[in-house]
Nanobody
Framework: VQLQASGGGLVQTGDSLRLSCAAS????????MGWFRQPPGKEREFVAA???????YYADSVKGRFTISRDNAKKTVYLQMNSLKPEDTAVYYC???????????????????WGQGTLVTVSS
């Protein structure tokens, strides 16, 4: 199973960007896919997750600005990021889980597969 993230880049404050994560290999029965990010010099943190698009979860810091969605036929999950801020600067990682872990969906340990990361830089 491989996850390939793309779409990162250098943008200005207030701009939008859409990240994509394409999965290859088998289908994830749990349907759980998520996005995490790691700002420079900081720990990796949860951004958003989706379960077959029927349920979505967001970190408080991105609620109302970011939207996670997926195209199951294409095995691709997206992260639409609007109103970007300098504090959104980070390497963004997509991830997939073999099992749904309920209230632990925002924890790194709940995910079994990770993409290589794509850098998003927001200039002020």
């Amino acid at each position: 199973v491989q996850l390939q993230a793309s779409g990162g880049g250098l943008v200005q404050t207030g701009d939008s960007l859409r990240l994509s994560c394409a999965a290859s290999g088998r289908t994830f029965i749990s349907g759980v896919m998520g996005w995490f990010r790691q700002p420079p010099g900081k720990e990796r943190e949860f951004v958003a997750a989706t379960i077959w698009s029927s349920n979505t979860y967001y970190a408080d810091s991105v609620k109302g600005r970011f939207t996670i969605s997926r195209d199951n036929a294409k095995k691709t999950v997206y992260l639409q990021m609007n109103s970007l801020k300098p504090e959104d600067t980070a390497v963004y990682y997509c991830a997939a889980a073999d099992h749904y872990t309920g209230d632990k969906i925002a924890t790194i340990s709940s995910y079994d597969y990770w993409g290589q990361g794509t850098l998003v830089t927001v200039s002020s």
